[in-house]
């Protein structure tokens, strides 16, 4: 039953991932006032299967100084690490049982750093090299302040377990209690997955595509579904946190398509910051408020057993 499980939350990652960049480029053209994929199937809706069948079906090259063994398994590891995540959707009968929860996501979201590392490291391009170590210290530095903001709402309702939010936001969504909170998130996400305005990794006018630059085909495409993947999970995690996480109801799969759409939303709109001032921000702004809202949280939960038990 888990392994079947597993099966169907696999197939319907992978269609999500491909839909999903269909739904990028369809908004990114309207946006900038054309129409996007249009001629393969009804509306461009086979588009993603078209550019996934090209990728994997292109012709494998490899760089004569690479290390070749490593260079060919870390977009692999980098596959797989993505998608273990995934075994902490939440449903009742889960892919495995999981009351840590939160201890088992930032393990998995953190060993992303390895395959940026080992990926910019195996290429031995000075491109590819530049671009791993900017966005490992990107990935560090907000990892701190991204599991301090977790921290503050396992701390709230008492458990690592993501079936709990469910329950603690049945009458009010933690939103309303914590508005500024969800922009931090917001922008610790798009920092965590190297999107924009926060895309240093592949910076693109300095960097050509960061850490990924000597890879192509199938090694290109598995980097993607991975970058793609952890972006929805990104989001189903905002929405379980702080949208209600009324993961029955077809509503919350309606919120996660709109925080979806938030990131290519600013993927339109944002320019990419200075990296400077992305440090800056991490240290200096985004880290002090965590710890401000740390005393916060912990007075409201003081309040909240008070409460519950007198």
């Known amino acids: 039953m888990y392994l079947m499980n597993f099966l169907v939350l696999l197939i319907c990652v992978l269609a999500s991932v491909g839909f999903f960049t269909l739904l990028e480029r369809k908004v990114l053209g309207y946006i900038h006032f054309r129409k996007g994929p249009t001629k393969l199937g009804y509306m461009g809706l086979l588009q993603p299967f078209s550019d996934g069948m090209k990728l994997f079906l292109k012709e494998q090259f490899f760089p004569l100084n690479s290390n070749f063994f490593i260079y060919m398994v870390c977009p692999v590891f980098s596959f797989i690490q993505s998608l273990f995540m995934w075994v902490l959707f939440p449903y009742y009968l889960n892919c495995l049982e ?9 393990c998995c979201s953190s060993l992303s750093i390895y395959s940026m590392m080992v990926c910019g490291w195996s290429s031995n391009s000075l491109y590819s090299m530049l671009g791993c170590i900017r966005s490992i210290s990107q ?5 701190v302040s991204l599991s301090l903001l977790l921290l503050l709402f396992f701390m709230l309702i008492d458990s690592y377990n993501f079936l709990y939010f469910n329950l603690f936001q049945y009458s009010i969504w933690f939103v309303m209690i914590s508005f500024p909170l969800f922009f931090c998130w917001l922008s610790f996400c798009m920092a965590e997955s190297n999107r924009t305005p926060f895309d240093f990794s592949e ?5 050509v595509s960061g850490f990924n630059v ?13 970058e793609y993947s952890s972006i929805i999970f990104i989001s189903l995690l905002s929405c379980i946190i702080f949208l209600g996480s009324d ?6 799969y309606f919120k996660l398509i709109f925080v979806c759409f938030l990131f290519i939303w600013v993927r339109a709109t944002l320019p990419r910051f200075r990296y400077d001032k992305l440090m800056y921000l991490a240290w200096k702004c985004y880290l002090p408020f965590m710890l401000n809202y740390l005393f916060f949280f912990i007075l409201l939960s003081i309040l909240c057993f008070y409460h519950f038990f007198l």
């Open 214 to 226: 000597e890879y192509g085909g199938g090694g290109f495409a598995l980097l993607f579904i991975s």
């Open 203 to 207: 910076g693109e006018s300095e960097l």
């Open 247 to 252: 993961f029955n109801s077809i509503f919350f």
């Open 139 to 143: 990935a560090i530095s907000y990892e």
């Open 98 to 106: 999981m009351n840590f929860g939160l201890i088992f996501f930032l």
